[in-house]
């Protein structure tokens, strides 16, 4: 009863969130997966690229720090010929070994990320090492993190949200098929780039899952399920329990289970015991998906590729779907008469292929997210370079009937 209760209230109130001009330009040019290929910042990228090859961007006589962590700091360099800008990750090899005694952590990290290929996810490029240091050259997101972006704008609405979400769901998701859980999703480590695109980084804690279940305390601790936090083994679903977390914050600006002082016991507790809170005014879908991530227990907590089909994400993927209408393209023999009646046929049972279509929408919208199912051996340049300039005057007429 209660689960009729629900959907008819998603029925309802499926209509009422309207998305503004703005968003709906934003979502329509950046969401909509592309035909091949990848979509990247800057489509010029080289694949030999070496340290000599690169040189510092400096401000004021020193290099620009676009991020830090326990042992690692990023600077921004660019190509000396092509002056394409890229992230240099420079690991500090006593810091790393002193801090963790781990060196696996570090190969791991160069090992998945040199082999995944994904719009949604920071490209690693090349890696080297010398007497102190080992050396990343990664793709470089000019926006910064949506972790900043959060708090800038001191919480999201609904459907900006979404567009975030939606990305970092493609990327896990594209993992999680790979056989790789991140095991540290957070809004710090999720990048923005110029064109808007959501892009996953640091790989640190990411390890390949075959058949036993993982038991590694490990993570960031707002973030950490349950079976994280009390030493049990954990699966692909602990990356599941962290979108949640990340969906929560998109909306409240923080974790659902931090505390002013940031105690550890304290954190620990609520993510065992504590339940969910929302302000006022969040919709119902959102509300439901929200706490369906957020199951205590494993078993029943929402599996990744259901996460497409919850009413939350139909609604806005119903919304950019009747807004971006693709040229159909009509299939016809080489003769120019059979082609005259094929389009004339086409055009005469386009109601009836419509509704069939509608019945597909659901797997065409789960596909739609899954171009990159298999990991390359090595990765491989972008081989379409899409101008958005150019799309942006294709839809024009779209978007004065908006």
Request: overall charge positive.
């Amino acid at each position: 009863m209660q689960k009729n209760k629900i959907n008819s209230e998603f029925q309802k109130n499926n209509n009422t969130n309207i998305l503004n001009q703005k968003l709906l330009n934003l979502l329509k040019y950046k969401l909509h997966p592309p035909p091949q290929g990848c979509i990247y910042e800057n489509p010029k990228i080289n694949q030999n690229l070496n340290f000599a090859s690169l040189e510092p961007i400096l401000s004021k006589g020193k290099k620009i720090l676009v991020g830090d962590g326990s042992f690692s700091k990023v600077f921004l360099y660019q190509h000396k010929i092509s002056k394409i800008k890229y992230a240099i990750k420079i690991i500090n090899i006593n810091s790393f070994m002193q801090k963790t005694n781990n060196k696996n952590l570090i190969l791991d990290e160069i090992n998945i990320q040199s082999k995944i290929f994904h719009p949604n996810i920071i490209r690693l490029f090349n890696y080297f090492k010398d007497k102190k240091n080992i050396y990343l050259i990664l793709e470089f997101a000019s926006k910064g993190t949506l972790f900043d972006y959060i708090h800038y704008k001191k919480g999201l609405d609904e459907p900006e949200a979404f567009y975030y979400f939606i990305q970092a769901v493609n990327s896990v998701s594209f993992l999680h098929k790979n056989k790789i859980i991140h095991r540290d999703i957070k809004p710090e480590n999720l990048l923005i780039n110029s064109n808007n695109i959501l892009k996953l980084c640091d790989f640190g804690w990411s390890v390949y899952l075959h058949n036993n279940n993982r038991v590694t305390f490990c993570g960031t601790v707002e973030y950490m399920a349950p079976e994280t936090v009390k030493n049990e083994g954990y699966d692909f679903s602990i990356d599941v329990w962290s979108l949640g977390v990340l969906l929560y914050e998109l909306i409240h600006s923080h974790s659902p289970f931090v505390v002013k002082d940031l105690n550890v016991n304290e954190i620990e507790n609520n993510i065992l015991s504590k339940e969910l809170r929302f302000k006022k005014g969040v919709s119902l879908e959102y509300r439901d998906l929200t706490e369906k991530l957020l199951i205590k227990d494993a078993k029943n907590r929402i599996k990744i590729e259901d996460i497409y089909n919850h009413p939350f994400i139909l609604k806005y993927i119903n919304m950019i779907n009747k807004a971006i209408k693709l040229p159909q393209i009509i299939k016809c023999s080489p003769d120019i008469n059979n082609n005259k009646k094929q389009i004339e046929d086409d055009l005469e049972n386009k109601k009836v292929k419509e509704e069939n279509t509608k019945k597909k929408k659901n797997e065409e919208i789960k596909e739609s997210f899954s171009e990159f199912d298999t990991i390359p051996t090595e990765p491989e340049p972008a081989k379409i370079v899409v101008n958005f300039d150019k799309i942006v005057r294709k839809f024009t007429k779209i978007d004065n009937k908006i």
